[in-house]
């Protein structure tokens, strides 16, 4: 096989890929601007009066209002504890390192089914279920790997001499870290902070099994609409969340792109 033939075979299945994710989403997205009272496809007539239901029900938006501010506190929580376990991973050497580095990563690697059935028997036993505390922490213990990878990342693909440099003219190590490595790791590190939010964003598995009516997310709202009532409404939170959602993705690129810009500007000042 030629290198042209593979290059032209090896872009055909991304676009075929592409459009094995894309095309159902777009679908969803059309379905949302029915006139009809049920989803029904192809459209007959259009409207936008279920994403107008959708901004006056007080079940919808208090679902949104959550999923945002247990994104916002878990974003905030493990951007702060995710760049410091991320520095002692990256730059230190002790033992149990890579248990420590096997613990992060155990949100990736376990189903969240288990993760929540877990972290439910545990938030009973504290009597927490439902609380908005409880949310925020597990949504936190999902998002943590995002943050620590992105961050020893952009830590391993920094030089430590001039932060050294720093603390040998008698700068305090923090001070030291802040003024040399921390603008340098930025991207990596809102890269991170992106990716949690949209992890959170969109997580219901595990919010299903610690929310209450009170502390529902927008997920798993129309999880369980989905299962009960299935009206165009539940196309427009959809929508609404996915485009959220593309937006978030967009910011990631944004910021990997500012990384890379950053290095190479680098590598041609070192050169």
């Not at 009206?231 to 500012?258: E, G």
Request: with cysteine; aromatic share 8%; net charge positive.
């Amino acid at each position: 096989m030629s290198a042209r033939l593979f290059r032209i075979l090896s872009a055909a299945l991304a676009v075929v890929t592409g459009l094995y994710f894309i095309v159902p989403t777009m679908v969803v997205f059309w379905i949302s601007f029915t006139a009809a009272t049920e989803l029904t496809f192809p459209i007959r007539a259009y409207s936008v009066r279920w994403y107008e239901r959708f901004f006056d029900s007080t079940q919808w938006a208090q679902a949104t209002i959550t999923s945002v501010l247990v994104a916002v506190v878990a974003t905030s929580l493990v951007t702060v504890l995710g760049s410091a376990m991320a520095v002692g991973l990256a730059r230190g050497r002790f033992k149990g390192k890579k248990l420590i580095v096997l613990s992060v990563l155990a949100p990736v690697l376990v189903p969240p089914v288990v993760i929540g059935l877990g972290m439910y028997v545990q938030a009973l036993k504290l009597q927490i279920v439902g609380t908005f505390s409880v949310l925020v922490m597990a949504h936190a213990a999902l998002c943590l790997p995002y943050v620590v990878l992105n961050v020893v990342t952009s830590l391993r693909t920094t030089d430590e001499t001039t932060e050294l440099a720093a603390r040998s003219c008698g700068a305090h190590p923090i001070r030291a870290f802040v003024s040399a490595t921390l603008p340098v790791i930025v991207p990596g590190l809102l890269g991170g902070a992106v990716l949690a939010f949209a992890v959170s964003w969109e997580e219901t598995v595990i919010s299903s099994f610690l929310a209450t009516s009170r502390t529902q997310t927008l997920p798993v709202v129309i999880l369980q609409q989905t299962s009960y009532d299935l009206d165009p409404t539940v196309a427009a939170a959809a929508s609404i969340v996915t485009v959220i959602s593309f937006a978030i993705a967009i910011l990631f690129a944004a910021s990997r792109n500012l990384t890379g810009t950053r290095l190479r500007k680098k590598k041609n000042e070192l050169a």
